[in-house]
């Protein structure tokens, strides 16, 4: 049993944890490799992970995978990364149902080739009643394409008259963001020593605790997701109050 787990509050966990997986390129060139032997590697973790966040009992597991601007690396490493995103799916669905997760997807989905969305739209079928942990993938996703998305649902309600603007409150923001149903992350990840949000959840990350490792993400394993969640615990959550108010 690992001491660090041992540490773990179990009635003070967060209900959601946000990843951004970075490091796989600098990974890989470090050993010499091309950069999307980093990007397989990097799936090892995703499993590792994945399977200590489903352990503990965490509810909501959000991926950074792929960004908006992502789509404006090389060709080849595109293309890999989306060959890679099918297989892993395709070969991780039935595991996924075994231990009962349910996938979901959040991002621009038009942007994905469609071999890729119909692997997904498949595996989200496969999980769709399961009742664990809800694995969150943001895949070609990025929060101001988020904010975008949803303002202009927004306003074409207002234009049909199904909305009024007096009535656009931040629960009707919510509603529309593509997180919507899911609670706010309290504690967002980021691997290997990049201090920046590099356009994820612009607006859920409100009052999220932030933890940055050096760490690769593709030596990324349950002990260091321990070790975030250890130090989250030591925390104190104001949310704008102050120390005595919170209790
Ligand atoms: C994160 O690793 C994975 C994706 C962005 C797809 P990177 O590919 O960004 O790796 P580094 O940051 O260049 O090392
Ligand atoms: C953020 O990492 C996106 C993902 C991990 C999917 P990037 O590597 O794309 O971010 P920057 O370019 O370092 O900000
Ligand atoms: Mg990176």
């Not at 997180?179 to 994820?200: A, C, K, V, W």
């Not at 933890?211 to 070790?227: A, G, H, I, M, Q």
């Amino acid at each position: 049993m690992s001491q660090l787990l041992d540490k773990i509050d179990k009635q003070q966990l967060p209900r959601h944890i946000a990843i951004i997986m970075d490091g796989n390129g600098r990974w890989a060139k470090e050993k010499g490799e091309d950069r999307l032997f980093g990007h397989v590697h990097g799936v090892e973790s995703v499993r590792d992970v994945v399977e200590g966040c489903a352990e503990l009992g965490i509810e909501y597991l959000t991926l950074y995978a792929f960004s908006t601007e992502n789509w404006e690396r090389p060709g080849y490493e595109v293309e890999g990364l989306m060959e890679l995103l099918v297989v892993t799916i395709r070969d991780e669905a039935e595991t996924l149902h075994k231990n009962n997760i349910k996938l979901h997807v959040i991002g621009d989905m038009s942007m994905l080739p469609k071999h890729a969305r119909d692997e997904l739209a498949e595996a989200l079928e496969i999980t769709k009643e399961n009742s664990g942990l809800n694995l969150i993938m943001a895949l070609s996703y990025s929060g101001r394409w988020d904010l975008l998305n949803a303002v202009r649902i927004i306003a074409d309600k207002v234009k049909k008259n199904e909305l009024e603007t007096e009535k656009i409150d931040q629960d009707v923001i919510e509603k529309y963001l593509c997180t919507s149903g899911f609670p706010d992350p309290e504690l967002m990840i980021r691997t290997s020593g990049e201090y920046r949000i590099s356009n994820f959840l612009l607006y859920q990350l409100a009052y999220t605790e932030l933890y940055f490792t050096e760490v690769r993400w593709p030596d990324f394993r349950k002990e260091n997701l321990y070790e975030a969640i250890l130090d989250f615990q030591n925390r104190e959550r104001r949310f704008g109050k102050i120390s005595e108010q919170i209790l």
